[in-house]
């Protein structure tokens, strides 16, 4: 389970106590708070462990020299010793290999958990959504298309998000497709990181867009070897996706997706398919989904809004410590409002957002 690293101290503990981990691995800028906060709830320091840019030149050393010839080598690296302190990537290193783990049976891999990651925490503090190893594969399973590209991408979401963690944990290791990190957004960072290593996909959040747009730098000319842009995290107006359209190739598509943590990806405008720059796209298989009017009946016509319900394979096993993720068939229920056009699902609302007046229903974000 992943968290800022500049989370606020009762952030942080809030996470740990979802999370009760036996080892946290954190960053530099973040080790004092955790060393604190994670000794306010009895762990040791023994059970933290330090990735800082070491560790980079840690990993090639261990590639190029082998397993024996590292574990002498890293001596200088290594901790003092007990339980007073903290551990560094060096140290994890040296602890050699295993074989993998592979479930044969599927009920093993929907049932055992895989990761947890903390909910937006819309209706209060967040919750831990636990994902199943089986829910992941299928995660990837229905977003992963053929590409008439070589995909080669550029990420500066938190991965410890599933937004950011979907296109991060799988693709470049089952594919052996490139990924660059930058770790944090700086629009002129990106710009260049985009030119130098001629990205193909990107995955960016709406103020990312906003950023784009209002860039009074001339960036288009470095942003021509892009062909998808997938957006999603926050509702974008059309009008801003369009605009950020004009920006890139001729053949590139910015499109929305939508999905959730407790989902994943339910809806995609894949690359080469007709859209439209309001809309989050269509079904991705691996999923149903059905939209319930606020007299509780089922909305079965075009254009009629009604709140999202999803069912399928990607869906989290449950939230931890609680019972109430899914009902009892199994459909997870949103909270967003949305309508179908011609294939097309479009949001518009939070069921929070809505009220009737004179039995009309008035959407009040409008």
């Given at each position: ?19 009760n981990p036996k080892l946290i691995i ?62 560094n990537f060096a140290h994890l290193l ?273």
């Amino acid at each position: 389970m992943g968290s800022n690293a500049r989370s606020q101290p009762q952030e942080l503990d809030h996470i740990l106590e979802l999370g009760n981990p036996k080892l946290i691995i954190t960053t530099r800028d973040a080790l004092p708070t955790v060393l604190s906060v994670s000794a306010d709830r009895g762990m040791l320091p023994s059970q933290v462990c330090l990735v800082d840019e070491a560790a980079t030149s840690h990993v090639a050393q261990l590639l190029l020299s082998g397993p024996l010839a590292y574990a002498a080598a890293i001596s200088p690296y290594l901790p003092h010793g007990g339980d007073n302190y903290y551990l560094n990537f060096a140290h994890l290193l040296g602890y050699g290999e295993t074989g993998w783990l592979f479930f044969q049976d599927e009920a093993i891999a929907k049932s055992t958990p895989a990761a947890m990651f903390s909910t937006s925490g819309t209706g209060g503090l967040p919750k831990a959504a636990i994902l199943s190893h089986h829910a992941i594969v299928s995660h990837h399973l229905s977003i992963y298309y053929d590409v008439p590209y070589e995909a080669s991408r550029l990420m500066s979401l938190p991965m410890f998000h599933l937004f950011g963690a979907l296109w991060t944990h799988i693709f470049p290791i089952r594919y052996g497709q490139p990924l660059y990190i930058l770790p944090r957004f700086d629009i002129a960072q990106y710009v260049a990181a985009v030119y130098q290593y001629q990205i193909t996909e990107a995955y960016m959040v709406p103020a990312m867009i906003h950023a784009f747009n209002r860039c009074a730098f001339p960036v288009a000319d470095y942003l021509q070897s892009l062909r998808y842009v997938g957006v999603a995290g926050a509702p974008i107006d059309g009008a801003s996706m369009q605009q950020f359209q004009e920006l890139l190739h001729v053949d590139a598509n910015a499109s929305q997706l939508w999905g959730m943590t407790e989902v994943g990806v339910v809806f995609q405008n894949r690359y080469g398919q007709p859209g439209n720059s309001g809309s989050i796209g269509r079904l991705v298989p691996g999923y149903e989904i059905r939209l319930v009017g606020q007299d509780g009946n089922l909305v079965l016509d075009d254009n009629k809004p009604g709140e999202l319900f999803v069912r399928g394979n990607g869906l989290l096993t449950g939230y931890k410590g609680r019972d109430d993720a899914k009902d009892a068939q199994g459909w997870f229920r949103t909270g967003d409002v949305a309508y179908v056009n011609n294939g097309l699902y479009y949001i518009v609302g939070r069921t929070k957002e809505l009220i009737k007046v004179r039995g009309y229903v008035i959407l009040l974000s409008l």
